[in-house]
């Protein structure tokens, strides 16, 4: 039932001390590993953790190891990387617990799917009940459509993406390869954009696509315009959390990460490597470099030129002590007038002396 | 047509002044109630409005009773809380309404649902058309699954809630009894959690679930994430409006309630009986202790040990007046540095004298 | 295969500089334009690219026209709002190009859509596959529902109005003609209102309705709650972006756009031609005139009575920067208090000479 650790070291590498036909059955943090489980330690600072965990074995940094070994009497996987090894490793043994308690399901359409004649859905991929599959219609090899998607006229799902109940995907919108969109995502809606004519609006037609790389992640209820005459683009690698919202046009460089309830604004550019916290709000038509950081609840108006952290949020307090501060924050010009009226005061008293 | 004085009496308590006999067909505000509907003062401030109404009668406390029968000469029904008592009487009505307009529905299968043969659904649940319910799902007595929702494998859906249009709920999440979920709503996709190798991204398999408690409401298209391996628990009597992300290992005490677009990052403990203002955003990690009352449009990146009103966003202004103060709020360090000057020249020429 | 510029006059005016007969097969920006299309400049800082422009004819402003009809050969139509024009003809190319591709789908109920017997859909309106319409709701002339929609009981969906795929529409509700709803939207589910006893809260019934007027687009994922007692109003030409939250008893004027991630409490009442930058906050019960027009990530907790713009965020920094800053604004009152002792102590020394 278990796993050799034999098998973990050929599939994902590491050093291992220890022997390689000890078996664990799971995964489990450090404080509640038993004797079945492997953990991991990717924190230095619980290293006396790991030192008397009841793990059979360890997943470990060549730093942390000779600390933890004087006591530690499992097996030990060093690895440089000990965080990203558990990733790897956890998704190994969540494959192997789903395949325990559920057969494989069939490939295949499901009968109660609408796919037009023209659509082409590889023979590997699957898709669910109540799935809309328009004209000239890619699925790809090993794709899973869950059920309640609709997939646009001419839209491309890469090989082995994973669409979650109830996505909606237009037309023309691509994505590539072992990507995965959550529930209630929405890709490819029109972009927001308008001409005012007499105070009214008249609708710009928005006939660019979504154009998503390989390796990507979008969120539950995320939405992601298509652009107005060019693309929006998603680079490989992004992650995006749930309730995003980017706006037509957006081009997002690859391995960005934005979490949660983060909203660009049209025909921004943003470089790769970037994070987002929560909250944080982008402006339209700027561009953001590489490796820079925004901070959770931040609102970008400008262009960013330097990688770094950056933040920009009210400081929270107490209602009333909050409201003490916000008048003062109005008010400071009254304060500066004050500051100036007495270095000129205390000039003229030095000067007479 | 009309519902009996005594009949609410005997529902909802309360001390009747007047006939038990007198019927009254709806429920209305002060200002609009005619001599067949019922009306409620729960603000004293109206108290010359209730006098004067023309309500066949009014919900009202004891304190404001005496000044209103005075002058009012319907009947009154006497109660600690006359607005918990309207709500009651609403819903009341308005499931009579409900029940006058259309026959109530069946009970049972729609037979374009796709409703594994595991999957348990008592018999007085309702179950609409293209809902899909996976294998070893339980669908509890009275619920009721509205058209286009998706029910994930091993997910159990307690007695007599309600989950409206396409609402998403995912494999082993639970809700309790009564609970409503608002269409679009996504329960239990994947926590945003990923280790970091060599600049890319790695997913952390979500293995948690959604843990729901009774008499819980949940708005359009808010989303809570299944945990990563602990569960996200939301406790009893929660009630989150529209547009809300809930981050993975969250734990949301009884009785909170959120207005809509709040985010709650992940591993956030959140206290009972909580309030949170629309937008508000709450770090991942932190605590937060009961009875706290954040303000809408907040950030709050620590844990709140106090209870109390907590606020921090920056006050509007006309944008040149903003502009101005930003600049001011930007160079506070070179104010501070004038005022240090001042505190020493001023100490200087006092101590000359 | 192209279309003559006297066709373009004949449906949307301007006066044309050169022949009717000249044909042009698609719509371009300035830079990218050919011999083959036509492009327009709505920005007069953009002259020198329209005077070298390769594009057979051009929409600009008798204001733009003589410095660029100099040096440019192509035909050029005149009209006082060139931005307009180019989204009116956009629409047209649009338009064309997918009829070139796609025959015109047929309308009618498509077989897999559960439309009750009372509803009322007319010929000419399209239903796609997986769409629920209830008892007794009216679909008029050339409405498109497209897959995996629901239409709520009652509900009425105006003359050649869109839904896209999997929009929830609730009961009782109403949207005019010529609008859309992107995918993901819910219209009409209940506003967020409990009376609270005891601690725990008593959902108030949310009988009221959303009436939405002609000429609306709402965007993807965007929620409008339906009334308590009274409706929900969106009045004529509004446009709503993506991710918005509009709550209970909100009156939006006519043409009011909003950007994606705003949230508009309950009770709020909007004025006509309004604008709302992303993830603008709008307290509930407050008040704000026509023609105000807000900035992106801006709270705004009371009336506003003059239209003008506003602004309240603050302003970005590096962290570090931020947050030495956010100390300063935390302390103000302490610097005030600087302030004071220093006018005290400046006054007493002038007073002393």
């Known amino acids: 039932m278990g796993t050799r650790l034999g098998e973990l070291i050929e599939r994902f590498g590491g050093q291992l001390q220890g ?7 799971a995964i489990a943090p450090l404080d509640r590993a038993g004797p079945s489980d492997i953990s991991f330690l990717s924190n230095s600072k619980l290293r006396p953790l790991a030192a008397n965990s009841h793990a059979a074995a360890l ?6 190891e000779p600390e933890v070994a004087a006591t530690y009497e499992g097996a030990r996987i060093v690895t440089a990387n000990p965080y990203a090894y558990f990733a790897r490793a956890a998704q190994y043994f969540a494959q192997w617990v789903e395949a325990e308690r559920w057969p494989a399901p069939e490939p295949g359409i499901h009968p109660a799917a609408a796919v037009h004649d023209s659509a082409h859905v590889d023979p590997t991929a699957r898709i669910g009940p109540w799935v809309t599959v328009e004209a000239a219609a890619v699925i790809k090899a090993g794709a899973v459509i869950d059920a309640g998607c609709y997939i646009g006229r001419e839209a491309v799902i890469g090989e082995g993406t994973h669409l979650f109940a109830n996505v909606t995907f237009h037309a023309r919108c691509i994505i590539g390869a ?25 609708k710009i037609p928005q006939t660019g696509r979504v154009v998503i790389g390989d390796d990507v992640d ?56 970037c994070t987002f916290g929560g909250a944080a709000m982008i402006n339209g038509h700027i561009e953001i470099v590489d490796n820079v950081h925004v901070t959770a609840a ?8 330097e990688p770094g952290r950056y933040t920009g949020y009210f400081p929270v307090a107490r209602n009333a002590d909050w409201e003490r501060v916000a008048v003062l924050v109005r008010n400071l010009s009254t304060m500066r007038e004050k500051v100036r009226a007495l270095e000129k005061a205390v000039k003229a008293l030095t000067a007479e002396k």
Chains 1, 2, 3 share one sequence.
């Open 178 to 202: 072992r990507g995965i969109i959550h529930s209630g995502a929405v890709i490819g809606g029109d972009g927001f954009g308008f001409a005012v004519d007499s105070g009214a609006y008249i």
């Open 19 to 25: 022997s390689a036909d000890i078996e664990v059955e």
């Open 298 to 305: 931040t609102m970008v108006p400008n262009s960013i030129t």
């Open 218 to 273: 979008i969120g539950s209820n995320t939405t992601v315009d298509r652009g107005a005459l060019d693309d929006t683009v998603i680079e490989d690698g992004v992650k995006l959390d749930n309730q995003i919202q980017i706006g037509h046009n957006c081009h997002i460089g690859a391995h960005t990460a934005m979490a949660g309830c983060v909203g660009v604004a049209g025909s921004a550019r943003i470089g790769k490597h």
């Open 59 to 64: 997943i470990l940094s060549p730093g942390d």
